[in-house]
């Protein structure tokens, strides 16, 4: 299973994104960060809340330099479907991945053999290709695009500034922390 600090090998896969079914590589992303959302399946309940959002919310990441991708084990032609027959994902503009045999999944640790789909899962890719963060849900539970935001503007702003830390809930433009040995103890 990949955690943070591991490499990610370069994939190529079907996704469905432009109105169109391509292959596409995370070498493709180069230079870019990236952030994948594992999901557990197409016409489900909470996976459509939890995409729209993604929607809401894709402007800032792109902003910042990052591109979103979502994964589930469905097939493009599922993805297709879904997208054209849910209101909640008219506006999904990012890749909407398609890893039907699980290789994928299996790879970055999200696949449920039992059931042969993902757990609900992100993953924080910088544009060298190594995870920055990443974090697992029960698949019952929803996650929080802003908090998966905010983590990448923390992993952005600290990758631009290796002497600073990133404190709990911070955001762009908060205080930070310069570690020092006069700091300790003090925070």
């Not at 929803?142 to 702003?157: F, S, V």
Request: aromatic fraction near 12%.
């Amino acid at each position: 299973m990949l955690s943070v600090g591991h490499k990610v090998t370069d994939f190529e896969c079907d996704a469905y994104h432009d109105e169109q079914i391509k292959k596409i590589r995370l070498s493709s992303y180069e230079g870019k960060w990236v952030v994948l959302l594992f999901y557990p399946g197409d016409f489900t309940f909470v996976c459509p809340t939890e995409l729209a959002d993604a929607a809401a919310h894709y402007d800032q990441f792109t902003t910042v330099g990052a591109e979103i991708l979502s994964v589930s084990t469905d097939s493009a032609f599922a993805h297709k479907a879904w997208r054209d027959l849910s209101s909640s994902l008219k506006e999904v503009r990012f890749p909407m991945v398609a890893d039907s045999a699980g290789k994928l999944s299996r790879y970055f640790g999200t696949y449920v053999e039992e059931f042969g789909i993902c757990v609900r899962a992100s993953f924080i890719i910088d544009p060298d290709g190594v995870v920055r963060a990443c974090e697992f849900h029960d698949n019952r539970i929803g996650r929080n695009i802003d908090e998966i935001l905010r983590k990448l503007q923390a992993a952005i702003y600290v990758r631009n500034h290796e002497d600073e830390l990133c404190p709990a809930n911070w955001r762009p433009g908060g205080k930070t922390l310069k570690p020092t040995a006069e700091l300790v103890g003090k925070i």
